[in-house]
């Protein structure tokens, strides 16, 4: 039994939660209660299965798991090595914290939530372990039309309009997706990419140019997703807009346009690719830096809380762009170490956001408004241990991440980086001091004649407080999660072992194949 | 057949993206949709243009692209046009839901500066 699922294992954390979504619209009828149990019950698991793959990541083995049993080559393969094992944990532990903030209510009054949360999870692992673009796309797409429904149900007015962006975005990014693989598969006959890195490197040198637009495309789109400059701008309405569970989990959402392009142009682009080697890397790292200014300057300027958040995501975002595009041993694992502290400090954010905007009464999580706040010491403690951690000050993991960085920059750009993302950290830092200042310092007391606001729950602090300790406990166990995301990103580079998985695994029923 | 075939896409992209950039939500799906068709053709186009052969392999018969059509690329445009459908019924939704909530079928309806 034990052996069976260790062989299965990298299907698993798509399968849980799609076998969980299907159930759990069966069993709506039967109330919330039976929905939260399940969803519990579907966590548990997909926890346990993310953690035994990561162990089984960690010795370095790339697993090739066949779909259909065809040939790698010829089929659909999920491949499951240090990177992806580490995004589906970081996803795994996000939606555990936006679960529970959810059920702390919330799920009650938007149709189908648990549902559409457990297609969703499903979509992003999917995501992270696919390894045929084509099946990128489709994982895409499914995580995608699962985040509509999150977003957008049960909302109105302003939401639908932000939801109207967001989505004809995303299609069109979905659309340019298609035609750069239809280009692909016609220029080299292979959706796998795995397959699609080896038979770059022997193309026809004809034929480079169209490969060349179609990878361009190809990075337009996955910039798209993660919201590099000058496609971030759908982002900022969409996610302030979002519910705080939803906006939560959104948080690892810009990561996989970050982490689909680290994984494309290491693999297909990368060393083994010929004359195509890198060629658009150089547009990254000034894209990055100023997708970094213009995010501070949003954060700066943002109305309010939720906005504010949103533009720290693009920012963490921006952060990872120039450390995967230094394109080093060093500076990819400091990524790596950013990625994962990003997505949980950005999560707690909008969930404290939420939390003080729902304290606020009438003011809400306006900035230009001086209002009344109840319950400011705990919301006030979650909110400064945040902000210390997402803009870099110590000794929180944001610290580290940014410390890794700046240090393993390479000398001849050290001049730029460091200058831009010190600046934009100076502007974080004012931001989130005077959003500080304006909600919890200027906040009067509330007024006699209006009802008091209920309490936070318990279950709203608990979700807050475990993606904050989740940060922490990635500053105290800082040694060996480096160590991890060092020998992943020295995996990532170097794509000869990827390539060989694909082509030594063979199909265990079927005959070998022509 | 390979003009008539680049002359289709070219037009139906040409006029998608047109239509995409328009300020109201109907033109902005009608795009949507007329770029949906464009990148169906240019997938189906992937897997070359023959008139005649199977999809299939068929016994005595070397499996090579002289003997067959591609079935991979067909295999594709289907499973995007199930995708491009499912996605223009959600953007009508949210489109009809947006003009009556907001009061108008401009993109930016209800926001600043708008009626």
Known sequence: ?514 | MEFALASIIGVLTAAGIYLLLRSRSFDVILGLTLLSYATNLLIFSAGRLAIGKPPVLVDGMAPTLANHTDPLPQALVLTAIVIAFAMTAVTIVIAVRSRSDNGSDHVDAGGEGMP
């Open chain 1, 1 to 514: 039994m034990i052996e069976t699922i260790g062989t299965h294992l990298p299907v698993l954390p798509v399968l849980l939660p799609l076998l969980a979504g299907a159930l759990l619209l069966l069993l709506e009828r039967h109330g919330i209660g039976v929905q939260r149990a399940l969803s519990t019950v579907a966590m548990v698991a997909l926890l346990a299965t993310s953690a035994a793959l990561l162990r089984a990541a960690d010795d370095g083995t790339v697993t090739m798991y066949l779909l259909g049993d065809w040939p790698a080559r010829l089929g659909i393969a999920l491949v499951a090595d240090r990177t992806s094992a580490l995004l589906v944990l970081t996803t795994t532990l996000l939606a555990i914290a936006s679960l529970l903030y959810a059920c702390a209510g919330w799920d009650r009054r938007a149709l189908h939530f648990h549902a559409l949360f457990q297609l969703q999870l499903a979509g992003l692992n999917g995501a992270f372990l696919t390894g045929d673009l084509f099946n990128l796309f489709v994982f895409f797409e499914v995580m995608l039309i699962a985040s509509y429904g999150l977003l957008l149900s049960g909302g109105r007015g302003p939401r639908m309009r932000a939801g109207l962006h967001y989505v004809v975005f995303n299609i069109t990014a979905s659309t340019l997706f298609l035609i750069a693989l239809g280009l692909l598969y016609g220029m080299l006959g292979s959706l796998n990419m795995a397959e699609l890195a080896f038979r770059i490197g022997q193309a026809d040198p004809a034929n480079l140019p169209l490969i060349r637009a179609a990878s361009g495309i190809l990075l337009v789109v996955f910039c798209a997703k993660a919201a590099l400059v000058p496609l971030y701008l759908w982002l900022p309405n969409a996610y302030s807009r979002a519910p705080a569970a939803v906006a939560a989990l959104f948080a690892v959402m810009t990561k996989v346009g970050v982490y689909t392009v680290l994984r494309v142009y290491t693999l297909v682009f990368g060393s083994e690719a010929g004359e195509l080697a890198g060629w658009a890397w150089t547009w990254l790292l000034p894209a990055g830096l100023l997708t970094l200014v213009l995010a501070s300057l949003g954060a700066l300027a943002s109305k309010s809380l939720r906005m504010l958040v949103a533009f720290l995501v693009i920012a963490s975002a921006a952060t990872l762009f120039i450390a995967v595009s230094l394109d080093t041993v060093e500076t990819v694992s400091a990524g790596l170490y950013y990625l994962v502290h990003s997505t949980f400090v950005a999560g707690a954010l909008f969930l404290v956001a939420d939390l003080v905007r729902r304290q606020r009464g009438v003011a809400g999580d306006n900035l230009d408004v001086a209002g009344p706040l109840r319950h400011s010491a705990l919301l006030g403690a979650l909110f400064a241990v945040a902000a210390v951690s997402t803009s870099g000050m110590p000794p929180l993991s944001g610290f580290l991440g940014k410390v890794l960085l700046l240090e393993a920059v390479p000398a001849t750009n050290v001049a730029w980086v460091w200058s831009i993302v010190l600046v934009t950290s100076l502007l974080t830092v004012v931001a989130l001091a005077r959003t500080a200042s304006q909600v919890f310092w200027r906040a009067r007391p509330w007024p006699e004649t209006a009802s008091s606001p209920a309490p936070p729950q318990p279950a709203q602090v608990a979700a807050a407080i475990l993606l904050l300790g989740y940060g922490i406990a990635m500053t105290l166990f800082g040694g060996p999660i480096m160590r991890y995301t060092g020998d992943a990103a020295a995996q990532l580079l170097a794509p000869a072992d990827y390539i060989n998985a694909a082509h030594g695994t063979a199909p265990q029923l079927r005959e070998p194949s022509p």
